[in-house]
C-alpha cells in the first residue's frame, strides 16, 4: 500500500510516494512541464506515478495534502479585509483566485485518480516542513524544530517539540505579515532577481558587501521580536508589487544594472546588510527555541532554510550543540512531510525514515532503452568507463552525469550534475560563465570524498551533516588556496559536499580522480540558468546542445551525443 504526499499550487509543486519497503519516488511537476518552480497541481507527476505503479484507489493507503487549503485561503484573505481599501487591489486578485488554488485539490486528484474521500489527510504548512526534518535524524526527542519561511496558513515561524513516541508540540509562533523570509524576498526582488530563485544570488552577492545598511534594515524588521514594519512593503496590497516608495527613499532606486561597479558595489552593501538582519534573526529564533524546548540541538526546515551562508554563520555564533537543515527545507520537500504526516497517522508511533538524499526515480525509471540509443552512442577507450571518465577530466573536458536515482532537493549531488577539475581554472570560468550563464559573483561548488575534506577545509562540527548536501558553507584553508583558489568565494568559504557512499559512482570517479593528481571536482547542477535539471534522455541530449558538453556518464558507461 502506497502512502502519497503532495506539496503544490504555491511554489515548485512536488509529489512523493512511498510504501516504506523500499519503494520511494520523489518528483517535481517542473521535471516534466519544464517550467522552473512550476507551482501547478502536478498531474504531470501524478500521471507518471498513476502509469509506473499501477496506482488506484486499492493499492492507496493514503494521500496527503502539505497543508490545509481553506485555512490558507482564509488567513491572507482574513488580513487582507483588515483593511479593505488599502488592500483593495490583492483582495480582488484572491478573490478571483479562489477556484485555482488548494480549495479544489480534492477535485484536483480525482481527475486523475477515483480515490476514496476518506483516504484524503491534510497535514499543515509548517508541521509538514517538520515532519520531513525529523525524517533525517535519530532520537527524535533530542531535538527542537524549528521552521521559518515567506508565509504558510498565516503563519511564518514555529517551533515545535516532538517526543518519542511522536505526539508533536507547537510551542511557539509568530504569524504574517511578521515575516523575515518576506523580507529577503521582497531584497530578492529590489535588487532585480526573480523571488523564490534570486535568493541565491543575494546571498552570493552579500559576501562581496559590507552591511552598512544594518540600522535601516532594523527600522524594517525587529531581530529580537521578529515583528516587521510594513510602511516599506506593498506585498499585502498588491499581488506584483513587493516593496514601497519608503523602502525606496531609503535604499534608492531599484532594479540597477549591477554590471556596472558602482551599482554591483551599493547592491552588494545591500545585499551584505539584510543577510546580517536575517542571521541576527535566525539566532534569536533558534536561541528562543533552545530556551523554550531546554533543547541544543536543533532541526531547522522552511524555505529560509535553504540560506547555507546563514547556517555557516550560525555555526560560528557556539550556541547550539548541532543544527541539521534537511536536503530539501522548502516547500517541495514538504511532499514528503506530507507523506510522513499520512503514515504516521496511521501508524501513531511510527515515522518514515528518510535520510536518503537520492529519493527519485532511478533514470531507468525515467527512460525507455530505446531513447539512449537515439541519442547517444557509448565511448569505449579503455576496459573502464571510469578511467575514460578521469582521464576527460582531468584533461580539462566538462563532463555531464545522470545516473543512479535523482536528487530529492535544489541541489545536484552528483547523479544529475556538471563535472570538471576545479584544478583545471579555465574550465571552472567556461562552466560558470559561458556554460551555465551564472553571474561571476557566484562561485561553483567543490565536491570531493569524505575522508578528504580535513586537508581543504575546515567547520565546525556543530554543521558538518549538512555537507552531505551542500546545506552549508565551510571555509578554505591554505592548501586550497594552493591547489584550488578559483573555486573559493570572495569571502574565504565554499558550498562543499562531501562524498560517503563508497558504492556510488561518483565516490568511484573521486577515488579514481585522486589516483590521477587531483582531488576535487567542479559539482554544478545539469541546467542552463533558469530552466529546471534535467530529468529525461531528451533533457540531457537538448542542455548537452545547448552548452555544448560532448561527454556524459550514465549507470553503464561513458556516452556522447549523436548527431541527429
Ligand atoms: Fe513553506
Known sequence: MYYIGISAYYHESSVFLTNNRGTNCFLKEESFSRIKGDK????????????????????????????????????????????????????????????????????????????????IVYSSHHLSHCLYGLSVIKNVSDYVYVTCDGVGEGETMTIYTIDNDYKIRKIWTNFYPNSIGLLYSTVTDYLGFEINEGEFKVMSLSSFGKPIYEEEFKKVFDINNFTINMDYFEFHKSPSKSFSNKLRKVFGEPYLNISEEANFNKYANIASSAQSILEYTMKNLIQKAMDLSGKKKIVLAGGVALNCKMVYSLSKQNIFEELIVPPSPGDSGSAIGAANFAFLEKSKTKILDFSSIFLGPKKNLINKKKDKDNFFSKINLTNDFIIDTVTKLINGEIIASYYGSNEVGPRSLGNTSIFCDAKNKGAVINLNLNLKKRGHFQPLAPILVEEDFEKYFSINKSVVKNLEWMGTLCDAKQELYNKYSSIIHVDGTCRTQIVKDKNSLTYKILKNLKENGSDILVNTSFNISKDPVVFDLYDVYVNMKRMNIKFVLMDDGLYQTKDI
Open 40 to 119: 501547478n497541481f502536478p498531474h504531470r507527476c501524478l500521471k507518471f506515478l498513476i502509469k509506473k505503479f499501477d496506482l488506484k484507489n486499492e493499492n492507496i493507503k493514503s494521500i496527503c495534502f502539505y497543508e490545509k487549503p481553506f485555512k490558507s485561503w482564509w488567513e491572507v484573505f482574513y488580513y487582507s479585509i483588515k483593511n479593505p481599501l488599502q488592500n483593495r487591489e490583492f483582495l480582488i486578485h484572491h478573490l478571483k483566485n479562489f477556484n485555482k488554488g488548494s480549495i479544489f485539490f480534492y477535485t484536483d486528484i480525482n481527475k486523475l485518480i477515483n480515490i476514496s474521500r476518506n483516504k
